[in-house]
């Protein structure tokens, strides 16, 4: 039963989420909407489980003394910080505590999460720049095609591109909505089809990777 | 040859670096023309009467807030401006601030405008889909108090509001999942709303078959789409101030693409040569 | 300007520089900012999730309005926690059954209606109408997602027409990666742009 059981749990979510689909009927609705009010609270109890597996794993590299150690011990605290300035100094009814604006859990986003992330993805417009120029090699046709509509999309999209020549936006233009547009089409066609099909596999219990091992 | 096809990729960084400082710098605010899809999503809050509430869903992080918060803030501002009521909700947590930041923005132009008549931010909720989903048969359910903690039944600017048949326009401003899609897929062809998109660059493509469909009512596809539509409400911002810098670094990776393939077919044409001269 | 404001600039330059050293090299700095990073952004969404889920959809309603139903997510969602014993670990396959077939059952409805029939429908385009540009917009659409779609059917092996479709179908997607890679190139430098404007600006207030 420590199989079924899941599967059955799995089978229900799923089909009652495609039933409401295509039952109006307001009594009915009002049973899924509880069902979606639940669903919304366990998902997030995911994401807290996610963070407690974040503190275990560090805690283990910690405690055997790993790679990185040091480092792992700056980032339990950091996390054990924002929850104390963002939940438990807001239980205690401290006046910097909690989310709002002026508080100091408002702050340390502001000034240490904000450029932290934007920085890290800005690292991102560098690599692309370097894999540009040892990776991208026009060999074959096909590669050519996609070099030329690449140069032709990054160079008609910014303003330098309208001022070499009046017409290259209009280019780029027809390029996103008649060529491209119908590769991405077939692509999400495609994908759709092959979501379909492993979201049946899964209501079904053909698919059961989810349930880990016995 | 050969060493320019080993050039150390630091010198590769300082160049784009150096490409988008100097335009910085040294501005030339070069002209663009706007786009059809960025036309259409404007077109879309003109046609909306006064006091109609639209909907904003903040899905993004800081990572995308270059190419985001510019097009958010002028989103709030043409919204402010034509005098419609701004409900905001966040499916990324880390939207929350970055709304109100965006919001506070604009409210600098619009002193008047009052929390909870003229907009409010009902805060981030944790479900993706399922929240998607749930609000379009009762939002004071999935949402029962704003990111303030005020009751929602207490706003002024959710009395009426209890479904997504008492909202005008939806408006998405999508830095990745969950995002332009799942609001296409979850309720626009569920419900047959009317949604607008604003997305990363990279995400931008794969909205085009959207926007032909009809699923889309208009799109800003990154910062050049945020620098069209600041112009369109004629509010200059960050998004024109980069395109700059913007034009020169792509012409800098152009450069590069093209160095790079000289480089290598010299190499290999020469290893051609002397592999036949032996 | 507040010096609390004044600090906070200059300890975002401090951790923007932190990160860019990488650039160098991997080096302590960036180690201590990236793992400052991972350490604040996992506290920063357990916050979130406190106070815009659990407090006002679970313990609220639970404890305030007496809405004793609740007790079910409540107890699902600690069942998740069971994983972490190698006893009970099994336990947790119900709650986790439950987000999986919710987001199986999403998937179906969303994609079956958004992104196969109304696509489908969205190509459903005339041939041949008054406009030459249209026609031939319309036609290079209808060609582009039929062949396209041939080359995904991986059943039968590309060869005689069905490998002539694969083959102009692969041409297509060319066509559809390279302006995916140049709109990725102008988000990755937006990002870049973005991050010097703070330091040249805002930190050093080189910019106007």
């Known amino acids: ?214 | 040859m050969e060493k320019l096809e080993r050039l150390d990729r630091r010198i590769i960084f300082i160049f784009i670096f150096l490409s988008i400082a100097i335009p910085l710098l040294l501005p030339v605010n070069l002209d663009f023309s706007v786009t059809p899809p960025v036309q259409s999503f404007y077109d879309a809050i003109e046609e909306l009467p006064a006091g109609s509430k639209v909907l904003v869903s903040c899905d993004y992080d800081p990572g995308s807030m270059p190419e985001l918060f510019p097009m958010n803030v002028a989103v709030f501002y043409h919204l402010m401006s034509r005098d419609l009521k701004v409900i905001t909700i966040q499916l990324w947590a880390t939207g929350t601030l970055l709304a109100e930041l965006a919001m506070a923005e604009v409210l600098e132009d619009f002193p008047d405008k009052e929390y909870g008549k003229d907009w409010v931010n009902l805060g981030f909720k944790e479900g993706r889909e399922v929240v998607m989903v749930s609000m379009g048969t009762n939002i004071p359910k999935t949402f029962p108090s704003d990111s303030r903690g005020n009751k929602v039944e207490d706003l002024p600017i959710m009395q009426g509001v209890n479904t997504y048949d008492d909202i005008a326009l939806f408006m998405n401003v999508s830095g990745g999942l969950p995002g332009t899609k799942e609001w296409v897929l979850q309720v626009q062809s569920r419900y047959h709303v009317k949604l607008g998109s604003g997305c990363t660059a990279v995400s931008a493509p794969e909205f085009y078959p959207y926007v032909q469909s009809g699923q889309l009512v208009g799109l800003l596809g990154g910062m050049k789409g945020a620098a069209e539509y600041e112009k369109l409400v004629q509010r200059p911002g960050t998004a024109q101030r980069g395109m700059d810098a913007q034009s020169v670094s792509h012409i800098v990776v152009f450069l590069f693409i093209l160095i790079g393939n000289i480089a290598y077919f010299s190499v290999k044409g020469a290893k051609k040569r002397l592999k036949a001269s032996r | 300007m507040p010096l609390w404001e004044t600090i906070g600039i200059w300890l975002g330059a401090f951790l923007t520089l932190c990160i860019f050293s990488f650039l160098y090299k991997d080096n302590p700095f960036y180690k201590l900012a990236e793992h400052i990073f991972v350490g604040i952004s996992a506290g920063y969404w357990a916050t979130l999730e406190y106070h815009n889920v659990f407090r006002p959809n679970l313990w609220d309603p639970l404890t305030r309005e007496g809405r004793l139903l609740l007790i079910v997510p409540f107890i699902m969602g600690l069942l998740l926690f069971s994983r972490f014993t190698k006893r009970f670990s099994w336990l947790s396959r119900w709650p986790m059954a439950l987000i999986i077939g919710i987001y199986a059952g999403i998937t179906i409805v969303g994609y079956g209606s958004g992104d196969l029939i109304l696509q489908i429908h969205a190509n459903l385009l005339p041939l041949w109408t008054d406009n030459w540009l249209t026609s031939l917009n319309n036609i290079l659409l209808t060609v582009g997602v039929i062949t396209g779609l041939i080359y995904f059917f991986f059943s039968k092996e590309h060869k005689g027409a069905l490998g002539a479709g694969a083959r102009i179908g692969i041409w297509f997607l060319m066509i559809s990666f390279g302006a995916s890679f140049g709109y990725t190139v102008m988000s990755r430098m937006s990002l870049l742009i973005g991050r010097v404007y703070f330091l040249l600006g805002t930190w050093l207030r080189l910019l106007e």
Request: glycine share 8%; hydrophobic share 55%.
């Open chain 1, 1 to 214: 039963m420590r199989r079924e059981i899941p599967i059955a749990i799995c089978f229900l979510a799923g089909i009652s989420f495609i039933l409401e689909y295509f039952i109006p009927h307001q009594r009915i609705l009002s049973v899924f909407e509880t069902f979606r009010q639940w669903a919304i609270i366990v998902i997030a109890f995911a994401y807290v489980l996610g963070l407690a597996n974040i503190v275990r794993v560090n805690y283990h590299v910690i405690q055997k003394k790993g790679r990185d150690w040091p480092y792992k011990i700056i980032l339990v605290l950091s996390l054990f910080f924002m929850i104390t300035v963002g939940i438990i100094f807001d239980i205690l009814g401290i006046r910097s505590g909690g989310i709002a604006e002026g508080s100091i859990f408002n702050w340390v986003y502001y000034n240490a999460q904000y450029p932290l992330q934007a920085t890290m993805f800005a690292l991102l417009a560098f690599f692309i720049a370097s894999a540009a120029f040892r990776a991208f090699r026009i060999r074959t046709f096909q590669a050519s095609l996609l070099a030329v509509t690449a140069i032709l999309v990054m160079i008609g999209r910014v303003p330098v591109g309208e001022r070499l020549w009046g017409s290259f936006p209009d280019l780029t233009e027809w390029i996103m909505n008649v060529p491209q547009l119908a590769g991405k089409r077939a692509i999400m066609i495609g994908a759709a089809l092959g979501a379909i099909s492993t979201a049946l596999k899964v209501l079904t219990g053909l698919e059961r990777t989810y349930l880990g091992g016995e």
